[in-house]
């Protein structure tokens, strides 16, 4: 957020920066200037647009109430590698899986991120943000190999054969942390990990949950949480997270952010 201006910048296709856009509207702001970062064709590596910091701000400047804090290390498990909910967009478990996320969003992400880090890489302007792009384009590279090879290669076999065993790796441990982890940290009753009012716990988990609850085919509606059964190996959807993400839906934030589609 541009603390003069009252600019958010939100990307309405990815899972984190939809932390601080619905921060934005739970928490009270107003006349805010909502502009889109296309992440996806790598905007968001314009040395302009690094210089910026959000979700901390906007809550420790909220105009209205804030919920309490967990004391726990929920947000940190969240963000969790094993976790990662931009890992499990991508993830690819068979051929099959694989072929669909070439042709979609995924397929469209890398090609154009390619292309941005190349860009941003090469101007003069880079300067101390250079070696991020290097970092970036360099580490995005084996992804890319999997994603666009068509041709035999054995390396790149092997490779394919690895990153299908670490997606199937990843949703098992999504599974896991649903089933087992989550329901310790959320409340015994409706409402919020911060109490009445969302806090910094809750804007984490639910764009975490969101992204989740997407890629297994749900809607941003009260019964949208239930196609995760689908990944929980036949247990139900926890009671505390259908709960959480019901209070969620009737908010104007969840509205104004995912009424759209999940992201």
Not at 50 to 67: C, D, E, F, H
Not at 107 to 123: C, D, N, P, V
Not at 137 to 152: G, H, S
Request: hydrophobic content about 40%; some cysteine; proline content about 6%.
């Amino acid at each position: 957020m541009d603390s003069t201006k009252k600019t958010l910048f939100v990307y309405g296709k990815a899972s984190w920066p939809s932390a601080p856009w619905l921060a934005v509207y739970a928490l009270g702001y107003e006349d805010i200037d909502v502009k889109d970062v296309d992440l996806a064709a790598g905007a968001n590596f314009d040395p302009d647009f690094l210089k910026i910091n959000t979700l901390r701000y906007i809550i420790a400047n909220a105009p209205q109430p804030v919920g309490k804090p967990s004391g726990t290390d929920f947000i940190k498990r969240i963000h969790d590698e094993s976790i990662d909910a931009h890992s499990a967009l991508f993830s690819a478990r068979d051929e099959a899986e694989l072929s669909v996320k070439r042709k979609g969003i995924c397929g469209t992400f890398l090609s154009q991120r390619e292309e941005a880090l190349k860009k941003y890489r090469s101007l003069d302007t880079a300067g101390k943000y250079k070696e991020l792009y290097d970092y970036r384009y360099d580490l995005e590279a084996p992804q890319r190999a999997i994603y666009f090879t068509f041709v035999p290669n054995p390396s790149i076999d092997s490779a394919k054969a690895a990153y299908f065993s670490a997606s199937e790796k990843i949703w098992e441990a999504i599974r896991n942390f649903i089933l087992a982890d989550v329901p310790r940290y959320l409340p015994e009753g409706p409402g919020f990990i911060g109490g009445e009012r969302p806090g910094e716990d809750d804007f984490h988990f639910i764009v975490w949950l969101a992204r989740i609850v997407l890629l297994t085919g749900g809607a941003p509606d009260a019964d949208g949480v239930l196609t995760l059964k689908k990944e929980l190996g036949g247990e139900e959807v926890p009671e505390k997270v259908v709960s959480f993400w019901r209070a969620w839906c009737e908010t104007r934030a969840w509205e104004v952010v995912y009424g759209g589609g999940l992201h």
